[in-house]
């Protein structure tokens, strides 16, 4: 059964850089037709996409974001990460990785991580 | 970046149909669709229906996608007390090139 656990610092000063890691368990990252994603709720907000990442590490990002943000997948293919740079308070969120479904479903997210909380402040 | 438009709140009845709605343009709902998910408090989102009206292994039958134009729609029958939720849509926006998410809804049972 596929398996989704977000890790990283729950705490991080304003202009630092953001970074989480999601690790796969329970099937290959690697399997074609899926990507991989990082999504993010901000207390008392909805859910807003970040990015998103291929095996083959192609990546697309949301455009709002693009500027600040780098995703990438290890050589083992059994993590992918998330960097955010330049965080400002609006970066506190609640963040997710998921499976991304890709260009036949929609683009969307069938299996969740529980999710990290980072707050941003100094 | 812009989103689909969601209700912030829908309120129905136990065991009553509850039909909650995504609009959107023709870059997004109205090109590929919507998925839905579903938010209980302190827990991950969770896919309902995506492809218009697939559900992933597990869900009831009691959730239904649907989409007329630039506009997708959830409708949820006999509604239990354990529906009580946030419900989300997504979509892929073609002028972006990016998901975009709706700000969600607010499902209470009464």
């Known amino acids: 059964q596929l398996q989704l656990q977000e890790s990283g610092p729950g705490l991080v000063k304003p202009s630092e850089t953001l970074s989480l890691t999601c690790t796969v368990s329970?099937?290959?990252?690697?399997?074609?037709?899926?990507?991989w994603g990082w999504i993010r709720k901000p207390p008392g907000k909805g859910l807003e996409w970040i990015g998103s990442?291929?095996?083959?590490?192609?990546?697309y990002y949301n455009p709002s974001l693009k500027s600040r943000v780098t995703i990438s997948i290890d050589t083992s293919k059994i993590q992918f990460s998330l960097k955010l740079n330049s965080v400002t308070a609006a970066d506190t969120a609640m963040y997710y990785c998921?499976?991304?479904?890709?260009?036949?479903?929609?683009?969307?997210?069938?299996?969740w991580g529980q999710g990290t909380m980072v707050t941003v402040s100094s | 970046q812009a989103g689909l438009t969601q209700p912030p709140s829908v309120s129905k009845g136990l065991r009553q149909t509850a039909t909650l709605t995504c609009t959107g343009n023709?870059?997004?709902?109205?090109?590929?669709?919507a998925a839905w998910l579903q938010q209980h408090q302190g827990h991950p989102p969770k896919l309902l229906s995506y492809?218009?009206?697939s559900r992933p292994s597990g869900i009831s039958e009691r959730f239904s996608a649907s989409r007329s134009g630039n506009t997708a729609s959830l409708t949820i029958t006999g509604l239990q007390p354990e529906d009580e939720a946030d419900y989300y849509c997504?979509?892929?926006?073609?002028?972006?090139?990016?998901?975009?998410f709706g700000g969600g809804t607010k499902l209470t049972v009464l």
């Open positions: 998921a499976r991304d479904l890709g260009s036949g479903s929609n683009y969307a997210f069938d299996i």
């Open positions: 997504s979509a892929w926006d073609s002028s972006l090139s990016g998901v975009v």
């Open positions: 990442i291929y095996y083959s590490g192609h990546t």
């Open positions: 329970g099937d290959s990252i690697s399997r074609s037709n899926y990507y």
């Open positions: 492809r218009n009206n």
């Open positions: 023709s870059n997004n709902v109205g090109n590929q669709g």
